[in-house]
T-cell receptor
């Protein structure tokens, strides 16, 4: 079973609307959680990194939240733009481990 | 700062051929990684390195080899290519354990 599960797998939203993506993880002991944006045909680009003590972090119109007790994170996109069409990947790191556990991504399509 | 560069961008191999995927970073990062990404799947770690001269296996190392003779370069070698190795390969680097991981643009490999 994947250690990082993301939902929904895909969604279509109208330009200007908001959306929220979910990430549940089982990685333990927890070190940090990252959200990446991956445009089609390109490498992932980091949006946020959160450690255990952080429960919210913003990067422009992207706001990530973290509940380390329930092992859940969300990524909220405000006032979506066409350029937000991409896959959003949740990545979790375990303490004392150089490896990262990747979710399969949330595929977001923004339509005019 | 070019960041993480990968060559080639695309390659088609015949079954049984060998090739080396090149990865170079100019950020003086100690940590470097090789991932593969299959359609609809999360990134899977092939090999990683925590510094020059040190490499270790990831989740899916079979059929691949790596070396890390310098801080900047982390080539991935495919020996006896198989159709199962058709994928997009991403190289990434990271300064410290909890830092952002920077990805290259990827190499799209097809084995026929």
């Amino acid at each position: 079973k994947n250690q990082v599960e993301q939902s929904p797998q895909s969604l279509i939203i109208l330009e200007g609307k908001n959306c929220t993506l979910q990430c549940n993880y089982t990685v333990s002991p927890f070190s940090n959680l990252r959200w990446y944006k991956q445009d089609t045909g390109r490498g992932p680009v980091s949006l946020t990194i959160m450690t255990f003590s952080e429960n919210t972090k913003s990067n422009g119109r992207y706001t990530a939240t973290l509940d380390a007790d329930t092992k859940q994170s969300s990524l909220h996109i405000t006032a979506s733009q066409l350029s937000d069409s991409a896959s959003y990947i949740c990545v979790v790191s375990a303490r004392g481990n150089n490896r990262l556990a990747f979710g399969k991504g949330n595929q977001v399509v923004v339509i005019p | 700062n070019a960041g993480v560069t990968q060559t080639p961008k695309f390659r088609i191999l015949k079954i049984g051929q060998s090739m080396t995927l090149q990865c170079t970073q100019d950020m003086n990062h100690n940590y470097m990684y090789w991932y593969r990404q299959d359609p609809g799947m999360g990134l899977k770690l092939i090999y990683y390195s925590v510094g020059a001269g040190i490499t270790d296996k990831g989740e899916v190392p079979n059929g691949y080899n790596v070396s890390r003779s310098t801080t900047e370069d982390f080539p991935l070698r495919l020996e006896l290519a198989a159709p199962s190795q058709t994928s997009v390969y991403f190289c990434a680097s990271q300064g410290r354990v909890a830092d952002t991981q920077y990805f290259g643009p990827g190499t799209r490999l097809t084995v026929l």
